[in-house]
């Protein structure tokens, strides 16, 4: 979950770039655009919500959820 030399949590990207269904999240990495594009400005408690938070959505979306 963390950078090997940071405490920043690593970006939980897949390098799969598409809108899922609904059009709110990408597939893969299960954040919004707005997530996406403010991550490397994002503060470390941000980015660990953020993981937190995308955890809790493919938990609620199981087994619909592919990556």
Same mark, same amino acid.
């Given at each position: 979950?963390?950078?090997?030399?940071?405490?920043? #949590? $690593? &970006?939980?990207?897949?390098? $799969?770039?598409? #809108?899922?269904?609904?059009?709110q $999240?990408? $597939?893969?990495?299960?954040? %919004?655009?707005?997530?996406?594009?403010?991550?490397?400005?994002? &503060? %470390? #408690?941000?980015?660990?919500?953020?993981?937190?938070?995308?955890?809790r959505?493919?938990?609620?979306?199981?087994? &619909?959820? &592919?990556?």
């Open positions: 979950m963390f950078g090997p030399r940071t405490n920043d #949590p $690593v &970006s939980p990207c897949k390098k $799969v770039s598409k #809108p899922s269904g609904n059009g $999240v990408f $597939v893969g990495c299960g954040r %919004t655009l707005h997530e996406i594009a403010g991550w490397s400005n994002f &503060s %470390t #408690p941000r980015k660990i919500q953020v993981i937190d938070d995308v955890a959505l493919k938990r609620k979306m199981a087994p &619909s959820w &592919s990556e």
